[in-house]
């Protein structure tokens, strides 16, 4: 196996080298030349390898798990860090690897880690890596690659993958000697938590994470004995023991494996004050917390009571949902466009104006807007258009909140007018009346209505839940009804808006919170991307909860096609007995297709899954009109 991955079976890398080299003119000087080169040490007959100085690296900067799909080109890393105790957790598809990832960044603000073997291996993550990039998510991609002597000549699984990586990475780089495997992972991990966060990806070829002695045995030629070596083989006998002293020079030299200093952007002293001066003065001001305000170095339980000091109502988005608890009294949940139109002051608090905001329109003409964004892109999106911030501040979220907090106390503010949050309150409240009727619409014998059995969960739902989005129409109406339970207790894609989180965001949740009760809401659609999981969840003993709502179609598709084009092709589905699917996969399956056992069935699988087994509730729903004129464009 060794032998295809370092080069295919037959010709070595170093017989591949030879024909590389031979007949090129002035290689004999060339490589006399470079064979005086100082080199540093080559620790030949040590059994150390660039896995272990991976290991070493991830340890330091506090990673507790790595996610993978195993392949034969990152087999060091992976036994490395089971070596030092960094839990490896192996996955159906590298995507869901980099989605857990992903999860685990969000939830315990440390970079999450993914390693996949090279080729095939890495464009299966590609998706998730542009999700995390979208979401600002800072996790480390390991890629495992060809040997460097092979790149471009075909070897198995070998691809030009930093072209590929490049537009979708903050940092990308290729390791070319194992000496350079520790200083680059620590640039890699600072460059993912610094500025805007997000994904990087560190490129490790095979002959820099295998022994020396594994290299040297598939990389130089074996000498027959009693053959003459012809002048030719001499150079190219030098330029392979040039090319191995190189990659190993100095390798297991002591470095430090320390995290390098995180530049976070802070907002200046000036823009915090004027902020909090327009505040002061608002009569009707509005909060609209996006998913940067969860980041480091703030704690989100810090963040929310300094929200809860300025006593100005706030709408919560992305991670952000929860952060105010199930029922904050400044949190508004419902009619979030009409208080916009109302509002004279408005913070986007990491709260971007693209397709959620109406690209700026929703805001109202004549409120005056602070927003504050790490990424100045993002803090000015549209504002060609359809709005303009009258106090823009490129920094952490967070502690901006904290200070703009700081100095209302003191200047004594003592929170909005009292008629602007009961009239928010009031207006929630006859919304949620309104989305409760509609819950108790009657379906047809068999189904459920989706409204009803949300309330349902909510019901049944512990204080310490973990809500997992991954749907369309389904998790739409989830997220109108579901309330987090607390910071950090709702994980949804981002801004991509991406299919098939499911899996990778509830095993990163369920690693990090290993005591709280995991829900994943799935569509139907969506559940066909990462069910296979479920072998994952049993084999790890990561037992958690998947709702799945069954209305066998893409609904949220279908609402505008059918209408618009009097056709549902292509969104039609069926009524798939998926918790059977769950039970072979090794993990618990319940059918719910009736009214009346609703509790009883999510209070069963609530019971199997803290007994240690992973549990899908495959429930039967109808179609109702809550979400017409939902946008799926």
């Known amino acids: 196996m060794l032998e295809r991955l370092f080069g295919e079976e037959g010709p070595s890398v170093g017989a591949v080298a030879t024909g590389a080299v031979a007949g090129v003119v002035g290689v004999a000087t060339v490589a006399y030349l470079r064979l005086f080169h100082t080199f540093g040490t080559v620790e030949k007959d040590s059994t150390q390898h660039g896995g272990h100085l991976v290991a070493s690296v991830l340890k330091a900067h506090g990673v507790k798990f790595i996610f993978t799909l195993v392949g034969g080109h990152i087999s060091p890393i992976l036994v490395a860090c089971e070596a030092s105790d960094i839990r490896v957790v192996d996955t159906r598809h590298e995507v869901t690897a980099v989605f857990a990832a992903d999860a685990v960044a969000r939830m315990s603000g440390v970079p ?3 390693a996949v073997t090279a080729g095939p291996g890495l464009t299966n993550t590609v998706t998730a890596v542009k999700n995390a990039q979208m979401a600002e998510s800072p996790l480390v ?14 070897s198995l699984q070998d691809i030009d993958q930093m072209s590929l990586f490049k537009p979708l990475c903050k940092f990308c780089a290729t390791v070319t000697r194992v000496k350079d495997i520790v200083p680059t992972l620590r640039k890699a991990f600072a460059a993912a938590q610094s500025g805007v966060p997000g994904p990087v990806f560190v490129e490790l070829p095979i002959d820099a994470l295998y022994p020396y002695a594994t290299v040297e045995k598939v990389t130089v030629p074996p000498k027959k004995e009693g053959q003459a070596r012809t002048i030719g083989q001499r150079v190219i006998d030098a330029y392979l023991a040039n090319y191995l002293n190189s990659l190993f020079a100095d390798a297991f030299v002591p470095r430090p494996v320390t995290p390098l200093p995180v530049d976070v952007p802070i907002v200046s002293v000036s823009k915090v004050s004027q902020a909090a001066q327009l505040l002061r003065s608002a009569k009707r001001p509005v909060v609209l917390v996006g998913s940067q305000a969860t980041l480091p170095p703030t704690p989100a339980g810090d963040v929310r009571a300094a929200l809860e000091a300025m006593g100005i109502p706030c709408y919560l988005g992305g991670m952000s949902r929860g952060l105010l608890g199930r029922n904050g009294r400044l949190h508004v949940r419902q009619e979030r466009r009409t208080t916009l139109r109302e509002a004279d002051v408005i913070v986007l608090a990491g709260t971007v104006a693209d397709f959620r905001l109406d690209y700026g329109r929703s805001l109202g003409r004549k409120a005056t807007i602070i927003a504050v964004n790490r990424d100045s892109k993002a803090l000015h999106k549209n504002s060609d ?13 967070g502690t901006f909140v904290k200070d703009v907090a700081a100095e209302l106390a003191r ?23 309104t989305n409760k009727v509609k819950a108790d619409e009657p379906m047809k014998p068999g189904f459920l209505n989706p409204l009803k059995l949300h309330y349902q969960l909510e019901d049944v739902m512990a204080d310490d839940s973990v809500l997992v989005a991954d749907g369309g129409d389904f998790v739409g109406t989830a997220a109108y009804i579901l309330r987090p339970r607390g910071p950090l207790g709702w994980l949804d894609p981002g801004a991509f808006g991406t299919l098939g989180v499911g899996g990778g965001f509830a095993l990163g949740a369920k690693l990090c919170r290993p005591d709280a009760d995991v829900w994943i809401i799935y569509g139907d659609g969506s559940l066909g991307y990462s069910v296979a999981e479920f072998d994952t969840f049993a084999r790890h003993k990561l037992p958690v909860i998947a709702l799945v709502g069954n209305d066998a179609c893409w609904t949220q598709i279908a609402r505008e096609q059918v209408p618009m084009f009097q056709s549902d092709v292509a969104c039609a589905l069926v009524h798939n007995d998926y918790h059977v699917v769950a039970d072979g996969y090794g993990g618990k399956g319940l059918l719910l297709n009736s009214d ?3 509790k009883a069935t999510l209070q069963e699988a609530l019971e199997v899954s803290r007994g240690g087994m992973p549990v899908l509730v495959n429930a039967i729903i109808g179609t109702t009109n809550f979400r017409e004129g939902s946008i799926s464009v």
């Open 596 to 598: 009346t056992e609703t």
């Open 141 to 154: 991609l390991l890629g495992g690659a060809a040997a460097t002597l092979l790149k471009g000549r075909g």
């Open 385 to 397: 258009l359809f709005w303009k911030p009258h106090v823009a501040c490129v920094g952490d979220v």
């Open 411 to 433: 200047l004594g503010y003592g929170g909005a007018p009292d008629e602007w949050l009961q009239k928010l309150r009031e207006r929630n409240d006859a919304k949620e009346s």
């Open 112 to 114: 999450g880690v993914a």
